[in-house]
């Protein structure tokens, strides 16, 4: 394991097994351990197991909920109260050490657990937790038997956009695991500059490219879906290879670039990759919603023209229009706006953001205008009319 930089240990549930200590022993010290797990087993001995080894960097507890209640909608019933208990005592005695070790609060929404969003940041705030990972169901194998309905859309996003501003206000560091479309989507409607879409990247899928997924029987697969829709993708039997990993990563996955209707129709699939292995994707209702959502906010503000206030300052910066609005300290780059620039100022309020539209040639332009401007309408930087 040599050239393994990090490994990342899942369930089940990892703290049951009488080989995980040994088993993370047995990895060289210049490799990183992150371990997940639903907190219930973190006694005061596996605390120090834990901390004992200086390599694992990260813990993650799993909650679905912010208190007893919603927690055992998914969760066994009457664990809330030991996990948290637990996590106090894992942040306690990793602050007494002085260690660094992050401890995550892992978080999957349902249709259910909605309201517990908004209240994440301060449960992670007095319990102890470092960072939460917001991550949704994949309508797919076991998620498909327990959960039959759909998101409500408006309240996750509006649930999303309070996690994101309570969890800066506490100092503690989110990340939502999602597609970019979605993302685009909450940074649009914020009123707030916490979501930033310039920070987005390409949505890329490392299986079989430093990547490899171990299943709880030994097999290799190029990720973890795969292992849950069929051998057809085993890579190997890592018990029949002696768990030499290093032969195993010799084998090569073909690259399958078909990608479903969803994503064909979408503009935003640039930001996507599509999957290696060609299985579906099982996000597809939430990405429909979020391009379907963008478009009608998009269409709907064509017709409109950038209103004059006294606290709304335009400016141009190479080629780019900023507008400032000194009332809320808020600005934003709106892009060229087909703009003549030695008029700009006139023109930003008499041309309606349609016209704006015709006077650029490239699509990426056009797009980065509309989708400023209605960013800027939301956030409060100007107004439209």
């Known amino acids: 394991m040599n050239n393994v930089s990090h490994v990342h240990i899942l369930g089940g549930e990892p703290l049951l097994s009488n080989d995980l200590w040994r088993f993370i022993d047995s990895i060289p010290q210049t490799t990183t351990v992150s371990i997940n797990t639903n907190g219930v087993l973190l006694s005061s001995k596996n605390i120090n197991c834990i901390l004992a080894r200086k390599k694992i960097n990260q813990l993650t507890i799993s909650l679905d909920g912010h208190d007893e209640e919603i927690n055992s909608i998914v969760r066994n019933p009457y664990t809330f109260d030991k996990v948290i208990e637990n996590v106090k005592l894992l942040d306690d005695a990793k602050k007494k050490q002085r260690l660094d070790i992050k401890i995550n609060l892992a978080f999957v929404v349902t249709p259910d657990n909605l309201v517990s969003l908004i209240h994440l940041p301060i449960l992670a705030k007095t319990n102890g937790f470092d960072r939460i990972f917001v991550s949704f169901l994949y309508y797919e194998g076991a998620s498909i038997e327990n959960f039959d309905r759909d998101y409500n859309y408006e309240i996750l996003i509006r649930n999303l956009h309070t996690l994101m501003w309570e969890a800066k206000e506490h100092g503690i560091e989110v990340l939502i695991d999602a597609k970019p479309v979605f993302l685009m989507l909450l940074e649009m409607t914020s009123e707030s500059d916490i979501f930033q879409v310039e920070d987005l990247q390409r949505d890329i899928c490392y299986a079989n490219n430093g990547y490899y997924y171990i299943s709880a029987n030994h097999l290799l697969y190029p990720c973890a879906p795969s292992a849950k829709v069929s051998r057809d993708f085993l890579l190997c039997d890592l018990e029949k290879e002696g768990f030499i990993i290093s032969k195993a990563l010799t084998i090569n996955v073909p690259y399958n670039e078909s990608i479903n209707e969803v994503c064909k129709r ?120």
Do not use: W
């Open 266 to 385: 979408c503009q935003y699939r640039e930001l996507c990759s599509p999957c290696p292995l060609n299985i579906g994707c099982g996000a597809q209702d939430m990405c429909s919603y979020a391009v379907k959502k963008i478009e009608q906010e998009l269409e709907g503000i064509k017709s409109k023209r950038i209103l004059k206030d006294k606290s709304l300052v335009i400016k141009q910066y190479n080629n780019t229009i900023r507008a400032i609005n000194f009332s809320n300290n808020k600005s934003i780059d709106l892009g060229s706006c087909g703009i003549h620039h030695e008029r700009y100022n006139e023109e930003i309020y008499e041309l309606t953001i349609r016209e704006m539209l015709t006077r650029s040639k490239k699509y990426s332009d056009k797009f980065n205008t509309l989708y400023s401007i209605k960013s800027a309408e939301y956030k409060g930087i100007l107004q439209l009319g």
